[in-house]
């Protein structure tokens, strides 16, 4: 029942958020077109950053499903790649708000572990400290996440399989 709960105040968001920009979204506005008690909601969510905080939680963890179900690392990187651009607008309503800073830390954290679950050699590469190999999954989830921003902010369409072709063999294959 509790994720059903969330799911629906999910879902009226995401309505309301196709209407209006997320600044002006409150709670108020969200229990009532949910129809549920402002009690109900914040017994789910803090409050509007945990409910978006959920949702880019739930999203990463089914991209991630979707991902591991791939042939190889590219096809995963592909994978990833269409769930960011399928969710293109959430990500434009959200870097055009007050809370876009913590987006782009969500963004990137999600980037991260992406990266974490994918290429395992940069993680456990014998050649880099604990430390560097830190550094480098931050570097590169930054840079990624940086692109993608660029892309959406100038409304750009990212050519999937190009910008995963590129990830692999200028990025990842260098630590393989």
Same mark, same amino acid.
């Given at each position: 029942? %509790?994720?059903?709960?969330? !799911?629906?105040?999910? &879902? ?12 002006? =979204? ?9 129809? =549920? @008690? ?7 969510? &803090?409050?509007?950053? +945990?409910? *978006? ?7 990463? %963890? ?6 591991? +179900? ?8 592909? *994978? #990833?790649?269409? #769930?960011?651009?399928?969710?293109? $607008? $959430? ?8 809370? @876009?800073?913590?987006? =782009? ?8 572990? $992406? *990266? /974490? %679950?994918? #290429?395992?050699?940069?993680?456990? @590469?014998?050649?880099? !400290? &604990? ?18 921003? @660029? ?6 369409? /990212?050519?999937?399989?190009?910008? &995963? ?9 260098? $630590?393989?």
């Amino acid at each position: 029942m %509790a994720k059903a709960t969330k !799911s629906l105040i999910l &879902a009226k968001f995401t309505e309301l958020l196709k209407e209006t920009d997320l600044d002006k =979204i409150t709670v108020t506005t969200l229990v009532a077109e949910c129809e =549920i @008690s402002r009690q109900t909601f914040y017994y789910h969510f &803090a409050d509007i950053e +945990a409910l *978006i905080n959920w949702s880019i939680k739930e999203k990463t %963890a089914e991209c991630l499903r979707q991902a591991k +179900a791939a042939s190889n690392v590219k096809d995963a990187t592909v *994978i #990833y790649l269409s #769930y960011i651009e399928a969710n293109r $607008f $959430f990500i434009e309503k959200y870097l055009k708000s007050s809370l @876009s800073a913590f987006s =782009i830390k969500l963004f990137r954290n999600c980037t991260m572990e $992406f *990266i /974490i %679950a994918f #290429y395992p050699k940069i993680v456990k @590469s014998n050649h880099l !400290s &604990a430390e560097d190999t830190k550094f480098a999954i931050e570097f590169i989830s930054n840079a990624v996440v940086g692109v993608i921003i @660029s892309s959406v902010m100038e409304n750009r369409k /990212i050519d999937i399989e190009n910008f &995963a072709d590129r990830m692999n063999r200028t990025i990842f294959e260098k $630590f393989i």
